[in-house]
């Protein structure tokens, strides 16, 4: 068993250390993919922060079974959490203005990108949350059709679907813009 | 001819979407949760495992407080049965005879 599946046993047992460890392992991965479906810093650290509670929670129920990959099992934890957030936010996407693009600049050297990006995470914002999560899952991460279909519960056909909808509304979105 | 030219375009706007997922992947590769994080989080479960307690405590003090006032309620209802009864037998301010 790897490191991270005996923490989780541990953790599952009541170690509040052990899950403090796997907080460690994991948090930073794991907000990446928070920041990319959320598109700013606050909201990513508080859907961190709520990803491991229910974690912990469903840990200690005994929601894990020894022999379950450890991090796609936090990953769909933490794609539901994300997008929850972003049904809360639905229908209220921010604007561009509003989009805090800190994170995208460290040295001055990126500004364009930052700007690109910055479009895009405003283009991703329409967008519904389903949608978003299943784009950044398959392209940003890297996972396969079936490994999304099983972080967002759905199945392969369904991934394949928002996919094709996903790009065809951003197709739109850049087409109108003369991307 | 028109219709691979239109193809062209769009597969290339195909790739310039999947390019700028790719941009904001790069853009995020170095990011990281704010420092303090596992503290963080352990402050948060430490406070949930406290309101659940407190959520068990409430729950237990409010059933041992139903329970006791049925205790007294049945107590009550007794002693004043008990008080008819014993005003039917003497007759007391019924206006019957003893």
């Excluded at chain 2, 503290?39 to 041992?64: F, G, K, P």
């Amino acid at each position: 068993m790897s490191e991270l599946g005996e923490l989780f046993v541990r953790s599952a047992r009541g170690d509040r250390h052990a899950f403090d460890r796997v907080v460690e392992y994991t948090a930073a991965p794991l907000y990446r993919v928070a920041l990319r479906m959320l598109g700013n810093p606050a909201d990513a650290d508080e859907s961190l922060q709520e990803t491991f509670v229910r974690a912990h929670q469903a840990l200690v129920v005994g929601q894990w079974r020894e022999g379950t990959k450890t991090y796609p099992w936090l990953l769909a934890i933490a794609t539901r959490v994300c997008v929850d957030a972003l049904r809360r936010r639905n229908g209220r996407p921010v604007p561009y203005g509003d989009i805090d693009a800190s994170w995208l600049v460290s040295d001055g050297q990126h500004a364009e990108r930052a700007q690109r990006v910055k479009e895009l995470l405003s283009y991703m914002d329409d967008l519904p949350p389903d949608q978003r999560a299943a784009l950044v899952l398959r392209y940003i991460e890297g996972l396969s059709n079936a490994e999304v279909a099983e972080a967002l519960s759905i199945s392969e056909g369904a991934v394949e679907q928002r996919l094709i909808r996903a790009r065809a509304n951003l197709r739109r979105r850049f087409g109108d813009d003369g991307a | 001819m028109a219709r691979d030219g239109f193809d062209k375009n769009h597969e290339d706007r195909e790739d310039s979407i999947v390019a700028r997922l790719l941009e904001l992947k790069a853009a995020s590769a170095q990011a990281r949760p704010l420092p303090g994080v596992v503290r963080r989080i352990a402050a948060r479960l430490e406070e949930r495992s406290m309101r659940s307690h407190l959520a068990v405590a409430l729950t237990a003090a409010a059933l041992a407080a139903s329970v006791s006032l049925a205790f007294w309620w049945d107590a009550a209802s007794r002693l004043t049965m008990a008080s008819v009864v014993t005003s039917v037998d003497d007759g007391d301010g019924l206006g019957l005879e003893p």
